[in-house]
């Protein structure tokens, strides 16, 4: 695919006491010129940040409980667990009603309402399982400030760009943080096949080799 080669790059497992430029700098810097793109996966980001519960920690609320029945069951929000960690965070009404927008919406051929005015975190919460051990026990939040992680880490690596990318085994591709100048559709679609992983490869740096070339044709 005119140059383009994509590099996983292993890692130990990393945790809240990591800082995840300095990270990725140790394990990618040798690895990346300046036509490359770094991309990370979001959990990773997040669990560094700190950004992760565990479920025996959280209060259940009946309300929770209610609404998590009308989540798909491969939904991250299907368990009273993953509800109720949304909620925490976004606030237990605004979620409420966001889902019942949402089956209003569905009603008349409007999909994603609920995802649109449920909060940032709706689409980004990975329940337990969801993520690479040993944190695949934890509730893990979307990543914070992601647009100002992938700014940082292109500074710091001279590359032509950064990501961070919500990624899974179901083809699900979705670019959380991006820098200035980088078409994210692309860099989806190249991430589709999912080469992070999502359990013990340990594998939360992706380099795309020569990206610069591939996206000014």
Not at 11 to 33: F, G, M, W
Not at 131 to 148: E, L, Q, S
Request: glycine share 8%.
């Amino acid at each position: 695919m005119d140059n383009i080669e994509i590099i996983s790059v292993p890692t130990r497992i990393l945790t809240e006491k990591d800082d995840i430029i300095d990270t990725i700098e140790k394990y990618a810097k040798d690895k990346i010129t300046e036509n490359d793109v770094i991309s990370v996966a979001e959990s990773v980001v997040a669990i560094t940040q700190g950004r992760f519960v565990r479920p025996e920690n959280l209060k259940i609320s009946k309300l929770a409980l209610f609404c998590c029945r009308f989540i798909p069951d491969y939904g991250s929000l299907a368990s009273p667990h993953g509800m109720q960690s949304l909620m925490d965070v976004e606030g237990k009404w605004r979620v409420a009603f966001a889902l019942l927008l949402g089956f209003i919406g569905k009603l008349v051929g409007q999909n994603g309402l609920f995802y649109k005015w449920g909060g940032e975190q709706t689409a980004l919460i990975d329940d337990v399982t969801g993520t690479m051990p040993p944190f695949d026990k934890c509730i893990v939040y979307g990543p914070k400030n992601p647009n100002d992680v992938v700014r940082r880490l292109k500074e710091r690596l001279n590359c032509f760009g950064a990501v961070i990318a919500d990624v899974n085994d179901l083809q699900r591709s979705r670019i959380v943080g991006i820098t200035n100048g980088i078409d994210g559709g692309k860099i989806a679609k190249l991430l589709l096949h999912n080469p992070f992983g999502n359990a013990s490869q340990k594998t939360p740096i992706v380099i795309i080799k020569n990206f610069k070339q591939y996206q000014q044709k």
